[in-house]
């Protein structure tokens, strides 16, 4: 089993940045392709971004937020970052991050992701 432990959301105001971290203990963080959601009360989790297992093996951002979303990992302290720039009110979501076996970052739907963290808040001010 691993565990996936999420940080570094918070209230921030329209324009500003955050960097979420997503670390990973239980298993080999290198086996993983990770990933970030959102979700809004009521709503399904919606993809935002995802990153294969090691350096080079890309990574994929969900159109509407090309350009202002960013991901990265750093295997040797088995975390995987989403950096938020130029925030709007509507990214305000709990953002969650999950972890696959597989070697894809073409895999957006939650279901296909095997292990999940417990999300955190993030609000976008306007």
């Known amino acids: 089993q691993a565990q996936l432990v999420e940080s570094g959301g918070g209230l921030v105001q329209a324009g500003g940045s955050l960097r979420l971290s997503c670390t990973v203990s239980?298993?080999?963080?290198?086996?993983?392709?990770m990933a970030w959601f959102g979700q809004t009360p009521g709503q399904e989790r919606d993809f935002v971004a995802s990153?294969?297992?090691?350096?080079?093996?890309?990574?994929l951002i969900a159109d509407s937020l090309k350009g202002r979303f960013t991901i990265s990992r750093d295997n040797a302290e088995n975390t995987v970052y989403l950096q938020m720039n130029n925030l709007k009110p509507e990214d305000t979501a709990v953002y969650y991050c999950?972890?696959?076996?597989?070697?894809?970052?073409?895999?957006?739907?939650?279901?296909?992701?095997?292990?999940w963290g417990q999300g955190t808040q993030v609000t976008v001010s306007s």
């Open positions: 239980g298993r080999s963080f290198s086996t993983f392709t």
């Open positions: 990153i294969g297992r090691v350096d080079g093996a890309g990574s």
């Open positions: 999950a972890a696959r076996s597989g070697y894809s970052i073409q895999m957006v739907l939650p279901h296909l992701y095997d292990y």
